[in-house]
């Protein structure tokens, strides 16, 4: 018979694992929605990698919630869960490694982002910011609403902090943050998991 303080911390464990299962499905879902900032922030890949995270780790438990209940000398159930958890912890992993060298590189990745991104959320995030171009005013800089016309964009060069002007420092400004919440969750599950 498995005692009752090792029955309760496997219990506590397996929820956290459902908490982050449920966590990872629901925000990958939630981000998908129409929103300027996520969606610039966040692509379809990264999403898609989050919703199968979150799946695999509703699985898992799953598997868990099966392989507990079997009788004391059946042991087939753990076994496959042991192999499921190293199959989980080596998904996060990657996908925590991949977000976090996304980071390495925050401004030239999104300059790469901003470039292939439409013209039209372009416009959205210099009116957002009241910022025109990216890493300088005259790059891929859309000439409408607040950079009305290249006489006003080359007025923001001369200013006494043409950097304010600049897409660059309000958009890392929000992916960064993001990026590293969403690191730091991912390494930080996968590090109290790997202890348990």
């Known amino acids: 018979m498995v005692s009752k303080v090792l029955l309760g911390c496997w219990a506590f464990v397996d929820v956290w694992l459902l908490a982050a299962g449920v966590l990872s499905l629901i925000m990958s879902l939630v981000w998908k929605a129409p929103n300027l900032m996520i969606n610039f922030t966040m692509d379809a890949s990264e999403l898609t990698a989050g919703?199968?995270?979150g799946i695999m780790l509703?699985?898992?438990?799953a598997i868990s919630i099966f392989a507990i209940?079997?009788?004391n000398h059946v042991t087939g159930g753990l076994v496959l869960l042991n192999w499921v958890l190293i199959a989980d912890s080596i998904a996060v992993i990657v996908i925590g490694t991949y977000i976090w060298f996304s980071t390495l590189q925050e401004r030239n990745h999104y300059?790469?982002?901003?470039q292939s991104t439409t013209p039209d959320v372009r416009i959205q995030i210099q009116e957002k910011f009241q910022c025109c171009g990216y890493f300088l005013q005259n790059d891929t800089v859309e000439f409408t609403g607040f950079c009305a016309n290249k006489t006003f964009v080359d007025t923001l060069v001369n200013a006494t902090d043409p950097d304010q002007f600049r897409c660059v420092r309000p958009i890392t400004a929000f992916t960064d943050p993001m990026l590293n919440n969403i690191f730091s969750s991912t390494a930080s599950w996968q590090s109290s998991f790997a202890y348990s």
Do not use: K, M
Request: no cysteine; aromatic share 22%; net charge positive.
């Open 111 to 114: 300059f790469g982002v901003w």
């Open 69 to 71: 209940v079997q009788r």
């Open 51 to 53: 919703t199968a995270l």
């Open 58 to 61: 509703l699985i898992t438990f």
